[in-house]
């Protein structure tokens, strides 16, 4: 069965979602010490009511940071992953969002298709430094041994009445 003959539903996760997150980024590989879904927002999406992917969108003063991005094996290379960060990206431009950050060291060519360019964790740090998975970098080291990107979101365009 591919993707296309299945029911497709994205939702936002609740507080009691935390253990279908982190079972979803295990089962991808994927670190999950400072997931915190009470510090931003998160989406599952489900195949057939079964989750098979999230991603999360961490959130600071007209910023945001993308995290926590993953799409089980058996549902990869079929939009799922594009749909998930659509959403984040759509979610970060209604909330006002200029820029949109996130950390990947692997999957940079996946993040230029959505107009993500290298920026610093420098960068990165000053704008926000409260966020959990910032926040994890910085304590435990490993912030300046990540690739950091950035997505300016387009501003809509003030008209004087």
Do not use: N
């Amino acid at each position: 069965m591919t993707l296309t003959d299945m029911h497709v539903k994205l939702r936002q996760a609740a507080p009691a979602d935390l253990p279908t997150v982190l079972d979803l980024l295990t089962r991808c590989g994927l670190h999950t010490a400072s997931v915190e879904l009470e510090a931003g927002t998160y989406w599952i999406a489900e195949l057939d009511g079964v989750p098979g992917g999230c991603i999360g969108l961490e959130h600071g003063q007209g910023v945001s940071l993308i995290r926590s991005t993953a799409v089980v094996p058996e549902a990869r290379g079929q939009g799922l992953g594009r749909a998930l960060v659509r959403s984040a990206l759509t979610h970060a431009s209604l909330r006002g969002d200029r820029t949109v950050f996130l950390f990947s060291s692997e999957a940079g060519d996946y993040w230029t298709r959505f107009g993500f360019g290298p920026s610093s964790a420098a960068e990165i740090a000053g704008a926000l430094p409260d966020v959990p998975q910032v926040k994890s970098g910085l304590s435990r080291g490993w912030i300046d041994e990540e690739l950091v990107w950035r997505l300016d979101l387009p501003q809509p365009e003030v008209t004087q009445g």
